[in-house]
């Protein structure tokens, strides 16, 4: 009866599976379609699977059918709770392709057991079975994993993307508007360096690609709509002119509505440049706000009421051209385009493409169906509108004076740099801030400036302002060195200037910005085996693991990460537990706080180390871990089980301690459902017990 058993729980998953297109969220689902097509299989499928059982089906018959029975259930299943899993603030292209990776498997596992079905005595066959192997044929199989490759690859070459294409990306993903292209950037920092913490160094590289994908569709947008405008005078967010601009902790410049509503979506993190914001303070610009006022009247502009755009059915829109009130289709339409603005584009791809794809193409493992080839290393393109001839003269820290931008010639940008590192040198503290926020704007926001200041010395000169008693100066001269490590060729100029040491004195007596920033640096610095010996033997462990304890929650992040890049030997764990890192990590460990997988992560690292079971267990640490085990992402719960194997390997006591917080069930439930690694985590941990289970036994019955 097994047999029909499984015959009888795909139908029932196939029922399930269908009941959520009643469901409200499906429809602001970005990836509604594949739920469709699933829809459309599922309804080809019951009629078949339903004749098999009205039919009294010998089980012997079924036995043949039911390793593909399972299968197809259990793609049946993930599939739904793909689609039940959907959360606004997730990253829509590893959702999508995710789907569409589940989608494809699933129609692929129909087809295999629709056609074992035709093997079957004739009686037990529906008629129709034919006729529903060729309309499940028909079923779509659009790809767009296929789109992302070849932009990737475009990308990696240094071909430009054109409007068009850039357009289909963001249409296949839902990202209909620049606040969705903005939230999208932020997801994706953070899942590279979720990434880089498990040291995945491909996926890394290839979310670095996407991020690049993404930072061209808000440069194209924002290059349209602003240009009649000065740039400075937009919101980011917007892309309108601003009337009640606002300063956040970043130093980036946003209309006060659209950031104070960024906020609310609980977004801790400046939309432009994805730096993780303490605070939340806004400060008015007053001197780009008068700037605007005047540039409006001149021109006889009224700039739109930003409550109105809020407010509107699309507060944040692209430009669009006209779509038809009855296109089914779901697709976004194209923006309107002069002939200036579009490019000769290739749609067809060549046969040397395609076997170019086929050798370098391989599949990411948490994002089937995108290249997890390198293609990180592209230089980004953007045009940047003509700024008012007024704009020139201002030299407010916040604003990029327009000769510094890239409508200036190379001559003149390292002539205005140089002018930049002799200001640095000035004896003047006013001089020193003004400059180091100026250098920081210069550095973050222009990939072409940061080869041009090191190529001056800068480096040096912001090394030495890393000893600034002056907290701005220093904590400017940390993010300026972190934007310039941004590109990898620069770190090794960035350690020949001896700057090791002063990072660490920063870590010691800077701010929490200034803190967090040299956090990050290190983990950019410490690729290398060479680096992170330097790091450790300049005492970065325990003034890191403070920060992990006591800083923000970007801060303990960034710390985190810097942490987990050198602990390579039980001689740099050591210091961590002795430091309290063990406390800290389990404080982590809280749900609210949004860093449980960074903590267990770095917990498991320590968990091979004596003192550290011991720090984990007496600070409560481990109903934490079970509780991850039981709830947790994926990724939390392989991390999770990986460090109670360790806990439990060759002791007794911890075996016990394990099973008595309930650990059992979830760790079963994990066997079936975990990731590769989580499984193989979860059998040897029941292992254990059993074995611990059969020693109890022998010295109860002794």
Not at 273 to 289: D, E, G
Not at 477 to 496: D, G, H, K, M, R
Not at 598 to 611: C, D, F, M, S
Request: glycine share 4%; net charge negative.
């Amino acid at each position: 009866m097994e047999e029909v058993s499984r015959l009888r729980v795909l139908l029932d998953n196939i029922s399930s599976y269908l009941s959520i297109s009643s469901t409200e969220k499906l429809c602001s689902n970005p990836a509604h379609k594949y739920y469709t097509r699933g829809e459309e299989i599922a309804k080809l499928l019951m009629p078949l699977l339903d004749n098999l059982v009205v039919s009294d089906a010998p089980p012997i018959e079924l036995l043949k059918l039911n390793n593909g029975f399972e299968e197809l259930s259990q793609y049946v299943d993930e599939l739904r709770e793909q689609f039940e899993s959907w959360q606004p603030l997730s990253s829509r292209i590893f959702y999508v392709l995710r789907t569409e990776s589940l989608a494809s498997k699933l129609r692929e596992s129909s087809l295999e057991v629709s056609q074992l079905l035709k093997h079957l005595p004739a009686d037990l066959v529906s008629p129709s079975l034919e006729d529903c192997i060729e309309l499940m044929k028909l079923v779509g199989r659009e790809e767009v994993s296929y789109t992302i490759d070849v932009a990737l690859i475009d990308q990696r070459k240094g071909v430009e993307l054109t409007p068009e294409v850039l357009v289909e990306v963001a249409e296949s993903f839902g990202l209909r508007s620049n606040q969705d292209i903005l939230i999208e950037g932020v997801l994706l920092a953070d899942l590279k360096e979720d990434a880089k913490l498990v040291e995945n160094n491909t996926e890394a590289e290839l979310i670095e690609g996407l991020i690049s994908l993404i930072t061209q569709m808000h440069d194209y947008l924002a290059n349209i709509k602003q240009s009649q405008l000065p740039s400075d005078f937009c919101c980011p967010l917007s892309l309108e002119l601003m009337t009640d601009p606002v300063i956040v902790a970043s130093g980036q410049t946003y209309e006060r509505a659209f950031i104070e509503k960024w906020f609310d979506m609980g977004l801790m993190v400046c939309p432009k440049t994805r730096q993780a914001l303490s605070q939340t303070t806004l400060t008015p610009n007053f001197t780009v706000k008068a700037f605007i006022v005047n540039w409006c009247e001149s021109n006889n502009v009224n700039p739109p009421d930003p409550l109105e755009l809020i407010h509107s059915s699309q507060p944040f829109p692209l430009i669009v051209g006209s779509c038809s009130a009855d296109d089914s289709s779901g697709s976004l339409p194209l923006p309107v385009m002069d002939d200036t603005l579009k490019c000769n584009h290739i749609e067809s791809v060549d046969a040397t493409k395609c076997e170019e794809l086929r050798q370098v193409l391989t599949r990411s493992a948490s994002a089937p169906g995108i290249v997890s080839e390198v293609v990180s290393k592209t230089k980004r393109s953007t045009n940047v509108a003509a700024a008012d001839a007024s704009m020139r003269l201002i030299r407010d820290p916040w604003i990029i004076p327009a000769t510094i931008k890239e409508t200036g010639s190379s001559s003149s940008m390292e002539a205005e740099v140089k002018k930049l590192i002799q200001d640095l040198e000035s004896p003047s503290l006013d001089a020193q801030r003004e400059t180091t926020a100026q250098i920081r704007i210069l550095t973050r926001e222009s990939i072409d400036h940061r080869p041009v200041f090191v190529r001056c010395g800068a480096i040096k000169s912001l090394v030495k302002m890393l000893y600034s008693k002056d907290e701005r100066i220093q904590a400017d001269a940390a993010t300026c060195l972190l934007n310039l490590s941004l590109n990898t060729n620069n770190n090794y100029v960035i350690t020949s200037s001896e700057a090791i040491k002063p990072f660490i004195h920063v870590l010691k007596t800077g701010n929490i910005e200034a803190k967090a920033n040299v956090a990050t640096t290190l983990i950019k610095l410490s690729v290398t085996e060479e680096n992170k010996a330097k790091i450790v033997e300049a005492g970065a462990i325990e003034p890191l693991v403070e920060l992990m304890g006591n800083g923000s929650q970007g801060a303990k992040k960034d710390a985190a990460n810097a942490l987990f890049n050198l602990l390579q030997r039980n001689r740099e764990k050591q210091k961590v537990i002795r430091a309290g890192g063990v406390r800290y990590l389990v404080k982590m460990m809280d749900p609210a706080g949004g860093l449980v997988e960074r903590a267990v992560v770095l917990l498991a690292n320590l968990a091979n180390v004596k003192e550290a079971k011991m720090a984990i267990r007496d600070e409560g640490g481990i109903p934490l871990l079970v509780d991850v085990v039981e709830l947790g992402s994926p990724r939390g719960q392989e991390n999770a089980a990986a460090a109670l194997c360790l806990l439990c390997m060759d002791s007794s006591r911890f075996c016990n301690t394990v099973i008595r917080e309930g650990a059992i069930p979830p760790l079963v439930a994990l066997t079936r459902s975990g990731t590769a690694r989580a499984k193989e985590k979860a059998k040897t941990l029941l292992k254990y017990f059993e074995a611990q289970k059969q020693e109890n036994q022998t010295q109860t019955r002794s």
